[in-house]
């Protein structure tokens, strides 16, 4: 049974795209006003695209959060870039995020190479709490010089500053049509792909330098129980010996804050309690190896 929608109704994609640590997640967390994205101080925390999907009377909005824009290094920053890549392609509209707090150099991102297809653009000066106000003008005008941006709003994602400015701008810029997604759904992700960003989240909070790069979450089973608790057995996957013994720590007490931590806030986000089981397991150099992430889903 569909019911008619208005021809006004309106529907599109918009890539959220940015250097690391910008706040592209948290941006997508807060138009949606659920935790899908998983945030951490550190950047390249976000490896895939994570589609966040806006339902509104008049439109629904699948907003695209994808990984910060870098030069790979290794396999899986290029296969991140893929991913910003199809973004790019898949996008009606363009949000360009940057953090005023850092220092500006407004040629880091080269925004008519980002925007080859010439796709609506627009440019969030985010972080703004974070910014003496005296600043903000001579930024907006600097970026105005650069690109014409269909509009540039400053915003905090963090504080929800700027957020009905930004969805004021940005509905008459998506096409009109019928939506895409149902509308009682909030992502095309599985529950498993959340509750593994989850785990891998509380990894990239609790452990420093190269462990949360080096961690990979894969949920080897995971088993709905009517009655009863639901079982999740995850496996984490470092790249050395040395590391498995960190993340596992003294008599496993650094797996188990890891454990207890992830479980709350999976129980919350699927509204219903879980047994979770992590392992840890070594996958030798597995951001380097094609097959290895192939396996892994990249
Ligand atoms: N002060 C402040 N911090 C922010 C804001 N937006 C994001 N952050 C912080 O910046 C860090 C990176 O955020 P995240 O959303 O993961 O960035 P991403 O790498 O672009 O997805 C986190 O510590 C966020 O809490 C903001 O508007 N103000
Ligand atoms: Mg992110």
């Given at each position: 049974m569909t019911k008619t929608l208005p021809k006004t109704f309106r529907s599109g994609y918009v890539a959220i795209i940015g250097?690391?640590?910008?706040g592209k997640s948290t941006l997508m967390n807060a138009l949606l006003n659920v935790k899908l994205s998983i945030i951490s101080?550190?950047?390249?925390?976000?490896r895939r695209r994570v589609l966040g999907i806006l339902n509104r009377s008049n439109a629904q909005i699948v907003f695209i959060d994808t990984p910060g824009l870098l030069k790979p290094r290794y396999h899986l920053q290029k296969k991140m870039m893929d991913y910003v890549g199809l973004s790019l392609q898949d996008a009606d509209v363009l949000l360009i995020i940057i953090?005023?707090?850092?220092?500006?150099?407004?040629?880091?991102?080269?925004f008519k190479q980002i925007n080859k297809q010439h796709k609506p653009m627009i440019l969030l000066l985010n972080k703004?709490?974070?910014?003496?106000?005296?600043?903000?003008l001579p930024l907006m005008k600097l970026y105005d010089q650069f690109y014409p941006f269909q509009a540039i709003i400053p915003i905090s994602a963090l504080q929800n500053d700027g957020l009905d400015q930004l969805q004021k701008e940005l509905l008459p810029l998506i096409p009109y049509g019928p939506p895409f997604y149902p509308p009682d759904v909030v992502s095309d992700q599985p529950e498993r792909f959340f509750v593994a960003e989850i785990i891998r989240e509380k990894i990239f909070l609790n452990f420093h330098e190269e462990i949360p790069y080096s961690t990979e979450v894969v949920i080897e089973t995971y088993t709905e129980r009517p009655r009863g608790k639901d079982f999740i057995s995850a496996i984490i996957y470092v790249e050395r010996t040395s590391q498995k013994a960190i993340l596992i720590g003294k008599q496993g007490l650094a797996l188990k804050r890891i454990g207890s931590q992830a479980r709350k806030e999976i129980e919350d986000f699927l509204g219903r309690s879980v047994f979770l089981e992590l392992r840890v397991k070594v996958a030798e150099n597995w951001r380097k190896s094609e097959h290895k992430l192939r396996t892994m889903g990249y």
């Amino acid at each position: 049974m569909t019911k008619t929608l208005p021809k006004t109704f309106r529907s599109g994609y918009v890539a959220i795209i940015g250097q690391p640590n910008a706040g592209k997640s948290t941006l997508m967390n807060a138009l949606l006003n659920v935790k899908l994205s998983i945030i951490s101080p550190r950047p390249q925390t976000t490896r895939r695209r994570v589609l966040g999907i806006l339902n509104r009377s008049n439109a629904q909005i699948v907003f695209i959060d994808t990984p910060g824009l870098l030069k790979p290094r290794y396999h899986l920053q290029k296969k991140m870039m893929d991913y910003v890549g199809l973004s790019l392609q898949d996008a009606d509209v363009l949000l360009i995020i940057i953090d005023v707090s850092r220092e500006h150099h407004p040629l880091d991102i080269d925004f008519k190479q980002i925007n080859k297809q010439h796709k609506p653009m627009i440019l969030l000066l985010n972080k703004i709490d974070l910014l003496s106000r005296g600043k903000l003008l001579p930024l907006m005008k600097l970026y105005d010089q650069f690109y014409p941006f269909q509009a540039i709003i400053p915003i905090s994602a963090l504080q929800n500053d700027g957020l009905d400015q930004l969805q004021k701008e940005l509905l008459p810029l998506i096409p009109y049509g019928p939506p895409f997604y149902p509308p009682d759904v909030v992502s095309d992700q599985p529950e498993r792909f959340f509750v593994a960003e989850i785990i891998r989240e509380k990894i990239f909070l609790n452990f420093h330098e190269e462990i949360p790069y080096s961690t990979e979450v894969v949920i080897e089973t995971y088993t709905e129980r009517p009655r009863g608790k639901d079982f999740i057995s995850a496996i984490i996957y470092v790249e050395r010996t040395s590391q498995k013994a960190i993340l596992i720590g003294k008599q496993g007490l650094a797996l188990k804050r890891i454990g207890s931590q992830a479980r709350k806030e999976i129980e919350d986000f699927l509204g219903r309690s879980v047994f979770l089981e992590l392992r840890v397991k070594v996958a030798e150099n597995w951001r380097k190896s094609e097959h290895k992430l192939r396996t892994m889903g990249y």
